[in-house]
């Protein structure tokens, strides 16, 4: 794949592909708003893989910083093989009572930003004949659990429609919808991972495993997950009404 550049890289599962990806013999562009967590990660890839690790602080819910990753993944000089748009957060609050400016950052981070890196990668991309997208959304895209749904499934949906759009062009567009995983995510969102049995949770490399082998494949949506792929079945086919009452708001067992 050649040099790859990964958003939320300092975490979760965007941390785990930049460690897979790495070990496979992959440079880097690790992308995250935290310049010192970003310059210690850096370091530890270089000393366990000997690749070039270079690092972009940029807050994505910023235009100025969605930009400077785009105008990264456009380099000519320093061309880029794949993108990986991981970044996001759960918004940890309800819609009714909840902030205005929190749902603004994450439409920005989870929507807007993939928008403008996308376009710069796609162009380009397009233009030499080769390169690689992968989206990171979510199970939840299926259901209707607020806002964060609404953003994953935006990102699916956009990224199966990019996938057909660059098809002639020699470039691939895969998006990963993970379910459950044990990361930082749960604890940030204020939500009680343990309320869910252990065989419910993929783990973060399996996840970061079989996105990578979907991309390495040419596949436009993958689930990371036979249960969840079960369970993704399920979700298409329900009636919307029966969705909205299992897995509507208030079903994401986050605690105030």
């Known amino acids: 794949m050649g040099t790859a550049l990964v958003t939320g890289a300092t975490s979760g599962i965007g941390k785990e592909i930049a460690w897979q990806l790495a070990g496979e013999g992959n ?18 890839l270089r000393n366990f893989t000997g690749q070039s690790i270079e690092v972009l602080s940029a807050d994505l819910a910023t235009e100025e910083g ?60 397009a233009r030499r004949g080769y390169g690689a997208i992968l989206n990171v959304s979510s199970m939840t895209s299926l259901t209707a659990q607020g806002t964060y749904s609404a953003h994953k499934a935006w990102v699916r ?27 930082e995510f749960h604890e940030r969102t204020q939500v009680d991972a343990s309320q869910w049995p252990d065989l ?6 399996k996840v970061a495993s079989r996105s990578l082998d979907a991309v390495r494949r040419g596949r436009v949506i993958v689930t990371p997950s036979p249960l969840y792929a079960a369970a993704a079945g399920f979700l298409r086919l329900a009636p919307r009404r029966l969705v909205r009452s299992v897995a509507g708001p208030g079903r994401s067992g986050r605690h105030d």
């Open 27 to 44: 440079d880097l562009v690790l992308v995250a708003r935290n310049t010192a967590a970003l310059e210690d990660y850096a370091d530890r």
């Open 66 to 125: 969605a930009r400077a990753v785009a105008d990264r993944t456009a380099s000519r000089e320093k061309p880029i093989g794949l993108v990986v748009n991981n970044a996001g957060f759960g918004l940890g609050q309800d819609f009714i009572g909840g902030s205005l400016e929190r749902e603004l950052q994450a439409i920005d981070v989870m929507a807007r930003a993939i928008l403008i890196i996308c376009h710069s990668a796609a162009n380009e991309f």
């Open 157 to 183: 949906t956009f990224s199966e429609g990019l996938a057909e759009t660059l098809k002639p062009y020699g470039v691939s567009v895969t998006v990963s919808c993970p379910g459950l995983v044990h990361t």
């Open 200 to 205: 419910a949770f993929i783990p973060v490399d």
